[in-house]
C-alpha cells in the first residue's frame, strides 16, 4: 500500500508544480522559528492531535466535524500541537493546512508522504510548522537532504521508523524527534510493545514519540513508562464519544 501511495504521489507533485512553481511557493515563506519542537520541549508530556478523518486500511472514521472543527476542539482542550494531513487517501488536501494553521495558536505538522523537496517548501508556504518525514519510503541521504532543508526554513521534522533497521537508519542522521509507528506495514496490524522494544535503542537526547494503536489511558501510559515523550493519536481521538473528554484522558489529566 505504501509503495502504491508514493508512486500516484509522484503524479500529484508534478500537477501541483504546474499549478503553482517553487519559485511561487519561495514568495510565500517566511521563515519559521521551530516552534513544534519548542512546544513539545517544553512539556513533560505531549499529544500530538491528529485531524483525520479516513484511512486507507479503515475508511472514514469520523463524519461529525470538518478537520478544522477537530483541530478547534483539540486546541481548546490543551493538545500540544496538531498533525493535519494532506494526502487524499486520509480525506485530506492541502488547503486544510493553511485553513486550520491560520485558525489555531499551536504549532502544525504537515502529515504528508514527502518524496519531492517542493513538498517541504510547500508546508512551509502553507503554515506547516514541521513535516513528517517517513523512513521507510527514503534513503539515509535523502532523509539527511530533507532535514537540512527544513531547518533552513525554520521547521521540525517529525521523523517516523516502524522497526529497528529504520531506527539505526535514522539515528545516523541529525534527527531529533523521533516517532516509533506502532503498526506493523506488512500485516497493518498494530502492537505498543514495538515502541517499547525500539526505545531500548534510542538515545536519551532525542524526543521520541509513540504512533498507532494507541487506544485508551492504560495505552499511553505504558508507552510514557519506558520513557517516550509524547504521542500522536488520530483514530483514537476521532471515534471517541467525547473527543474533549479523550484529548484530556490522552494528556493525562
Known amino acids: 500500500m505504501l509503495n502504491s501511495i508514493v508512486e500516484k504521489k509522484k503524479d500529484i507533485i508534478a500537477q501541483d508544480k504546474q499549478k503553482e512553481s517553487l519559485e511561487q511557493l519561495k514568495q510565500q515563506i517566511t521563515k519559521g522559528d521551530f516552534s513544534f519542537s519548542k512546544a513539545l520541549k517544553k512539556n513533560d508530556w505531549s499529544l500530538i492531535a491528529e485531524c483525520k478523518l479516513a484511512s486507507p486500511s479503515k475508511g472514514v472514521l469520523c463524519d461529525q466535524y470538518t478537520t478544522s472543527e477537530l483541530a478547534k476542539i483539540y486546541e481548546e482542550n490543551g493538545a500540544t500541537v496538531l498533525s493535519v494531513h494532506t494526502d487524499n487517501h486520509f480525506k485530506g488536501k492541502l488547503e486544510d493546512l493553511r485553513t486550520i494553521s491560520n485558525l489555531v495558536n499551536i504549532p502544525v505538522l504537515r502529515k504528508e508522504f514527502i518524496i519531492d523537496e517542493y513538498q517541504i517548501y510547500q508546508a512551509r508556504a502553507y503554515g506547516a510548522s514541521a513535516i513528517l518525514l517517513i523512513a521507510a519510503i527514503l534513503t539515509k541521504e535523502q532523509l539527511q537532504r530533507f532535514l537540512d532543508l527544513a531547518k533552513s526554513l525554520g521547521m521540525d521534522c517529525l521523523v517516523e521508523v516502524h522497526d529497528e533497521a529504520e ?13 516509533i509507528n506502532n503498526r506493523n506495514l506488512k500485516i497493518f496490524k498494530t502492537d505498543i510493545n514495538n515502541t517499547i522494544s525500539l526505545m531500548k535503542k534510542c538515545p536519551a537526547d532525542k524526543i521520541i514519540i509513540s504512533e498507532s494503536g494507541l487506544n ?24 471517541a464519544e467525547n473527543i474533549a473528554s479523550a484529548v484530556k484522558d490522552f494528556l493525562l489529566q
Request: glycine content about 14%; overall charge neutral.
Open 216 to 239: 485508551n489511558r492504560s495505552d499511553i501510559e505504558k508507552v510514557k513508562a519506558c520513557g517516550v515523550k509524547g504521542v500522536l493519536i488520530g483514530e483514537g481521538l476521532v471515534k
Open 167 to 179: 531506527l539505526d537508519m535514522v539515528l545516523k542522521t541529525d534527527a531529533e524527534i523521533i516517532g
